[in-house]
């Protein structure tokens, strides 16, 4: 480099390390304010003290976004800001957040996005063993699988739901991009395919037109897959570009879902309710008495009052034959009083009613 296009350089690193230093200070001062805030929460020895507010952490992220000037993408800066509210948090509390395991799945991916890289993951090997460590506060939270948007619901977790006395504290939306992973070498050297079933589901036209020969094996989660790729090398796993990363695997190709859009939608498990964040949702289920027209009565009030319902899924009732269970998603919040008045007229028309919580909108795409 020359001395003339060196100098500006060096000028502009100056000026970079001042501000370095400043954000450095403002991080300090903000992580000093968590430490205080938490002194609050705990009252001068409160145990049961909440500290994760899901609420005040997407009104951050929302206010990052509308601030953005565009310099940096909204977000990556929304992403930085998640990082330093996770570190922030951690300082009041190790969170120890419960996923559908091993290491390198979807589900630790969505743990990541939602809460950051500082709390614990604590991986288990089902969705039921996520409500389970929660519910038996071996975890503070449990995030899970609820929907993928090429699949479908996620049964396991929707039957969890319906006994658990958590309630549902947050969600995320997680762009789902999976990779064939192996050390085979190349495609034509690839005997079977193992992954989560979902995930067999969701390459079905890429695996017939580039691997109709291979045999397809279901395990029961993609980062399991990968492990067992990792001891056959002629076998290969879908799973994510991370859990390549962790199991020592060769991305052979990318980006093998049938759909592009593919996306799940995860839900934060918790034991508290969350305040309301100015955009909410609220979760419910029900069953209507089985006579006709009994659906069309119950959900009459949402109408009537103007309220969206952003999803409505129909699953029979495991425990009568032709009974029907809906799970519904709702705009706004149950303490705001239209919507909570509203859920009231509802349940008195179900036959059986269940609240699931209220929770922010995601910010993060
Ligand atoms: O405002 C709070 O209640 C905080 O604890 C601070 C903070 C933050 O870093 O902004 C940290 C954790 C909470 O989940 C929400 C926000």
New binding site residues.
């Given amino acids: 480099m020359t001395q003339t296009t060196e100098q500006p350089l060096l000028e502009i690193r100056d000026q970079i390390d001042a501000i370095d230093a400043q954000i450095q200070q403002l991080i300090s001062q903000?992580?000093r304010?968590?430490k205080e805030?938490?002194r609050i929460?705990t009252n001068g020895g409160q145990v049961d003290a909440v500290?994760?507010?899901?609420e005040?952490?997407a009104q951050?992220l929302r206010r990052v976004i509308e601030r953005n000037d565009g310099s940096l993408p909204a977000e990556d800066m929304a992403r930085l800001f998640r990082e330093?509210?996770?570190?922030?948090?951690a300082l009041?509390q190790p969170l120890r957040i419960a996923y559908l395991g091993p290491e390198g799945s979807y589900s630790h991916a969505a743990v990541l996005k939602q809460f950051g890289s500082f709390v614990h993951p604590y991986a288990v090997s089902s969705i039921e063993d996520v409500f389970k460590a929660v519910e038996r506060k071996e975890a503070n939270y449990g995030v899970v699988p609820v929907e993928n948007s090429t699949e479908g619901v996620v049964s396991a977790t929707q039957n969890c739901l319906i006994d658990t006395p958590l309630q549902v504290c947050g969600e995320l939306d997680l762009p789902i991009h999976h990779c064939l992973l192996s050390n085979a070498g190349s495609l034509d050297k690839v005997r079977k395919v193992v992954a989560h079933a979902q995930a067999l589901a969701q390459c079905r036209t890429w695996l017939q037109n580039n691997l109709p020969h291979a045999e397809l094996e279901a395990v029961e989660s993609n980062a399991r897959a990968a492990q067992l790729a990792q001891q056959n090398p002629q076998w290969a796993a879908i799973a994510s570009e991370q859990a390549a990363q962790i199991y020592t695997l060769r991305v052979l190709e990318k980006h093998i879902e049938d759909n592009r859009q593919n996306t799940t939608k995860f839900w934060v498990m918790g034991h508290e309710a969350t305040e309301p964040s100015g955009e909410d949702k609220t979760a419910l289920i029900m069953t209507v008495p089985n006579k006709s027209g009994a659906l069309l009565h119950a959900l009459e009030p949402f109408a009537e009052q103007g309220i969206s319902m952003t999803r409505i899924i129909s699953r029979p009732a495991q425990h009568k034959t032709w009974d029907y269970l809906f799970f519904i998603d709702v705009l706004g919040h149950q303490k705001d009083s239209k919507v909570r008045d509203t859920l009231e007229a509802v349940a008195e028309r179900a036959a059986w009613f269940k609240l699931l919580g209220s929770y922010p909108i995601s910010p993060l795409k």
């Fill in positions: 903000r992580a304010l968590a805030v938490a929460k500290f994760y507010r899901p005040r952490e951050v330093i509210m996770s570190a922030c948090l009041e």
